[in-house]
């Protein structure tokens, strides 16, 4: 990978192939846009650079074979040298380090995900930060996805530094260490269950008190990263592996429990399967189940945003 000084901005290089416009958008209905921003062309996410909050703005340069994006900090064109700093935190953000090519060939035989490759080729969903994942799925656990971003919404509001970009206000989610200080009585009026709110603030704690360590998932291989998480109270298997799949772009982590994940089989292969099912249904895309969620996902958002047929 190489940083390219092309016409007005150094480049970033990426892994080909990628659909910079379709990968970006893949999280468009599933958040409100608070801690990142998908408009005009532009992905926007607050970042810490150099010790203090900025604004990443990422816009596509290349093309689905020859991807490339350039960078701008608080809405400038980052320099050669800035550019330099942050290719490695760009490509992480963008999963750039899937591999897609090996995917598409490990599910060639399965005509119905060999279908999706096609359909979605060049798909590599963004990935958050760690802390802001496992807070976003345990706050989605076991209640409606509307009322989840409700509460997201409403944390995010409450104790999240805001930046005005655009036109837009974006958030720069709030660290363990803010999150840590707070009562979780405090978080019962904006509509948390005591249960929710002490699993937000217990998680923060325990990262602030080095017992939960969020970067050593990384050296981790996902049978052992799943059972470290679920020592954590508020953390099931669902949470961490969907944590593991959506942060770290885990290709062996599938949240089999996930109802997004058994609705899209349900209508691609025709069956209604429970989790222990899915589980054994799944070994057929081998290593590579949590990339197969992803395209699962994705093929649901695109049925989401297709025009519905009149009645």
Not at 75 to 86: I, V, Y
Not at 265 to 291: K, S
Request: aromatic share 10%; glycine share 6%; net charge neutral.
């Amino acid at each position: 990978m190489t940083i390219e000084q092309l016409s007005r901005h150094p480049l970033i290089a990426l892994a080909a192939p990628y659909d910079f416009a379709l990968s970006i958008s893949f999280w468009q209905l599933s958040t409100l846009e608070l801690c990142e921003q998908w408009a005009d062309g532009v992905y926007r996410r607050v970042i810490v650079h150099n010790g203090r909050p900025v604004v990443l703005s990422l816009h596509q340069a290349g093309t689905v074979d020859a991807p490339a994006v350039w960078a701008a900090l608080d809405q400038q064109p980052a320099t050669l040298e800035e550019t330099q700093q942050l290719a490695p935190l760009v490509r992480q953000l963008l999963g750039d380090d899937a591999d897609l090519a090996g995917f598409y060939e490990a599910v060639a035989h399965d005509p119905v995900m060999a279908s999706l490759t096609q359909l979605l080729r060049g798909t590599r969903p963004p990935r958050s930060p760690a802390w802001e994942t496992l807070c976003w799925v345990v706050i989605g656990q076991q209640i409606s996805l509307p009322f989840a971003r409700t509460l997201k919404t409403r944390l995010v509001q409450g104790y999240a530094d805001s930046f005005d970009v655009a036109g837009r206000t974006l958030f720069h989610f709030p660290s363990p260490e803010r999150l840590a200080s707070v009562a979780v009585e405090a978080l019962l009026p904006l509509q948390f269950s005591r249960n929710k709110a002490s699993f937000i603030v217990g998680l923060a704690q325990a990262i602030v008190e080095e017992r939960l360590d969020l970067l050593a998932l990384t050296d981790m291989p996902t049978a052992q990263a799943v059972p470290y998480l679920m020592q954590f109270r508020g953390i099931g298997r669902w949470t961490a592996e969907f944590t593991l799949m959506r942060a770290l772009g885990r290709r062996d982590a599938l949240p089999a429990n996930d109802a997004g994940v058994r609705q899209a089989i349900a209508a691609l292969y025709g069956q209604r399967l429970a989790e222990p099912e899915l589980r054994v249904f799944a070994q057929r895309w081998g290593d590579w189940q949590g990339t197969a969620a992803l395209y699962l996902f994705s093929w649901l958002k695109t049925q989401r945003l297709a025009p519905q047929a009149a009645a």
